[in-house]
C-alpha cells in the first residue's frame, strides 16, 4: 500500500486506475484505526477494485472545549493495519493541503434539519465541520462508492443528504456497527475509557437492545425515553440523550408512527463521551412486555 499527502498526488493516482477501469472505494477515517474502521475497508474492498483510505484528524468538526489537541494520532500503526487489510492507498494529507485558505476562508457546506438535533444541538458547529471536510475529500477521490459506519447514525444521514443534495456521483454505505464483546461500540475514544468505565459502557447496548424491545412490544416513546435514561443514570452515566425517532428524519415519531425507528443514546462516564444506537426494524417479531421479563434471565438485554 502507497500513501500520498497531496491532492495532485492523489489525483494522479487514482486517474491512472480511472484509465484502468476499476471501481473505486473509498474509506474517509480520522485514524487511530480499530477493528471497526477495518471492518469498513473489507466491506468497502467487496464493492470495489481499489480502496483509497484517509487519515485526517479534521480540526473544523471539533468544537473549542473538544478533544482536537489530544486525540489520538497513530499514523505508522494506521498504515500497516489498512495495508494488512486490503487497502491500497493511503491520502494522510496537512490540514493546509485541505484548508488552503485556512480554516477561517474555507467555504463550508451546512446540512440543514438532520444535522439539528441531537449530537447537532450538543456540538454546534459540528456537522458543517463533517460536512465541509467529507465534501472535499469526495471532490478530491471522487469514488464510486464511499462507506461509512452506522454508530455515527446522525453523520451518516448528514452525509447522505449532502451527497444527494449536491448530486455527488457516489454510492453512500453505511456499515453495521462493530462491537466489543460486552456490547460496547468500537470507537477510538473508548481508549480515554478506565479498565472499569470499559466494561460498565456495555451497558449502553444493553439499554439501546431493551429499548427496541420496548418499542416493538408498543410501549409508548415517552415510556421508553424515560425508563432508558434512569438506567442509565442509575449506573453512573451522565446522559446527553436517550431518544426513539424516526430513522430517516431524526424527528420525534408521531404517535401510532409505523415508519422505522432508531433509538439512539449519547452518555459521559467520567470524561469520555460515548454514543451508540440501535436501528429498530418495525416487523421484527413483536415479544410481549411479560415474554421478555421471564426471558431476560437467558439474554443480555437490560429490563428497563
Ligand atoms: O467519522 C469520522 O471519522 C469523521 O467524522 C469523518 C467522516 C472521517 C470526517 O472527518
Known sequence: MDSVTTAAELRTRIAAWRRDGARIGFVPTMGNLHQGHFSLIEL??????????????????????????RYPRTL?????????????????????????????????????????????ERRPGHFAGVATVVTKLLNLVRPDVAVFGRKDYQQLLVIERLARDLRLPVEIVGAPIVREANGLAMSSRNQYLSAEERERAGLIHSVLLGMQDEANAGAAVAEIERLAYNALEAAGFVVDYAVV??????????????????????????KTRLIDNIEIDPDAPVQSLFERDHASATNSRTDL
Open 245 to 270: 425517532r424516526s430513522a430517516q428524519t431524526l424527528l420525534e415519531p408521531a404517535a401510532g408512527q409505523r415508519d422505522a425507528l432508531v433509538a439512539l443514546v449519547a452518555a459521559r462516564l467520567g
Open 44 to 69: 468497502c474492498r467487496r464493492q470495489a477494485d481499489r480502496v483509497v483510505a484517509s487519515v485526517f484528524v479534521n480540526p473544523t468538526q471539533f468544537g473549542p472545549n473538544e478533544d482536537f489537541a
Open 76 to 120: 505508522a500503526q494506521d498504515q500497516a493495519g489498512l495495508a494488512a487489510h486490503g487497502c491500497d492507498l493511503l491520502f494522510a494529507p496537512a490540514v493546509e493541503e485541505m484548508y488552503p485558505f485556512g480554516i477561517g476562508q474555507t467555504v463550508r457546506v451546512e446540512v440543514p434539519v438532520v444535522s439539528a438535533p441531537l449530537e447537532g
